[in-house]
Nanobody, 115 residues
Framework: QVQLVESGGGLVQPGGSLRLSCTAS????????MGWYRQAPGKQRELVAV???????NYADSVKGRFAISRDNAKKMVDLQMDSLKPEDTAVYYC?????????WGQGTQVTVSS
């Protein structure tokens, strides 16, 4: 059974930081590209950051320079370090595992940026 479990969300003030983690089980983690997506109320889900199996990264323009994605294949984990958070970063953040055949999603974790 494949599971992606996100953690680390919460309430933070503007300018603050959070670190999200996603732990995978039931997949050969090293062959998957891992991504973080987010969905704000009333908006479509959007890509935040992705890291390929080879370690290449890509970021949405809105988070470049503020967010950093990393992976630990031995622990089957992908993290998203979020700094200089803004109210517009408020959303449910989802972890996604992508291969040439299958895609899997986590259940999401809420991030709220508010004073």
């Amino acid at each position: 059974q494949v599971q992606l479990v996100e953690s680390g969300g919460g309430l933070v003030q503007p300018g603050g930081s959070l670190r999200l983690s996603c732990t995978a089980s039931g997949i050969i983690f090293g062959i998957y590209s891992m991504g973080w997506y987010r969905q704000a109320p009333g908006k479509q889900r959007e890509l935040v950051a992705v890291i390929t199996s080879g370690g290449s990264t890509n970021y949405a323009d809105s988070v470049k320079g503020r967010f950093a994605i990393s992976r630990d294949n031995a622990k089957k984990m992908v993290d998203l370090q979020m700094d200089s958070l803004k109210p517009e970063d408020t959303a449910v953040y989802y972890c996604k595992a992508t291969s040439s055949i299958f895609d899997y999603w986590g259940q999401g974790t809420q991030v709220t940026v508010s004073s």
